[in-house]
């Protein structure tokens, strides 16, 4: 089978948009069910791909930054497969748990016009169809975020490691922003603001070596005799960065706001999946 880890990681992102459009037009549950099809099929597709030697896929990328790979060794696979798992049992949890947080929002922001004594079809009319929408855009952003998190794993390539890293950010920004507890919107912000400082600074610890070694290859920095003032440099800003995504002692400020005000399913990714990877890295 062809392009194994290309559809690992990339079927989630392509099909978000399918997600959000059979959410909002055929429902909650159907996009229940879609979301955790899709990526029960790309976790078979990584612990297929795993079993044996190391599996690895290359494609033309760009000349400035080397190849477009994806690595699946003895390292990246129980991440890759983790992940995935976690994700594809999350999509099931998140069933019964966002629907509840759905009508409650509903009740926060419904128009009061809908609770006149003779508007209980209307009611009824109106929950489902906010329903509906809220739980396409929910499930779209979990596929992206999903994505996002197995990527970073595989990634053979300083930059696109870097996109991958980004990718997961911003669907958990919004997660938090659009569902946690109050004050949502601010513990967003604040869980915004200091990853991406963290991702701002680990990107400037990556451009240096990749400049420096001439190409942003895992393979060709590792064969690389990197200056050792380039190497003490970056590698103080590659811990601060993924210090601050590992919520490390020090760069942890987000992280009791960012877990407590997370719906519970964003909250169990963020813990094993999302701060492993910063481990991981």
Not at 240 to 252: D, E, N, P, S, Y
Request: net charge negative; with cysteine; proline share 5%.
């Amino acid at each position: 089978m062809e392009y194994v880890l290309l559809q690992a990681v990339f079927l989630p992102l392509l099909l978000s948009p399918l997600a959000y459009i059979i959410g909002r037009r055929v429902g909650h549950t159907a996009a229940t069910w879609f979301t955790f099809g899709l990526l029960l099929y790309c976790t078979v597709l990584i612990i297929s791909a795993s079993i044996g030697e190391t599996y690895e896929e290359h494609y033309p990328w760009t000349s400035m930054f080397g190849e477009f790979g994806l690595l699946l060794d003895g390292l990246a696979a129980p991440f890759a497969i983790m992940i995935y798992v976690l994700c594809t049992i999350l999509a099931l949890y998140s069933k019964p748990y966002m629907q509840h947080k759905f009508h409650e929002f509903f009740k926060q922001q419904a128009p009061k016009t809908v609770y006149q004594s003779d508007g209980t079809v209307l009611e009824a009319q109106s929950l489902q169809k906010f329903v509906n929408k809220q739980s396409g855009v929910y499930y779209a952003l979990f596929l992206v975020f999903s994505m996002g998190m197995v990527g970073t794993v595989l990634a053979t390539n300083l930059i696109e490691f870097y996109i991958f890293f980004e990718v997961m950010l911003i669907p958990a920004f919004l997660l938090i922003g659009f569902w946690g507890d109050h004050p949502r919107r601010r513990i967003a912000l604040m869980f915004f603001f200091w990853t991406h400082v963290g991702a701002v600074i680990l990107l400037l610890g990556l451009l240096a070596i990749g400049l420096s070694v001439g190409s942003f290859d895992f393979a060709d920095i590792n064969e690389a005799d990197i200056p050792s003032d380039i190497v003490t440099a970056a590698a103080v800003a590659i811990i601060i960065g993924l210090g601050v995504k590992l919520a490390a002692f020090g760069f942890h400020i987000w992280l009791p706001y960012a877990h407590g005000s997370a719906p519970t399913p964003i909250s169990a990714l963020l813990s094993p999946a999302m701060i492993g990877i910063g481990a991981y890295a």
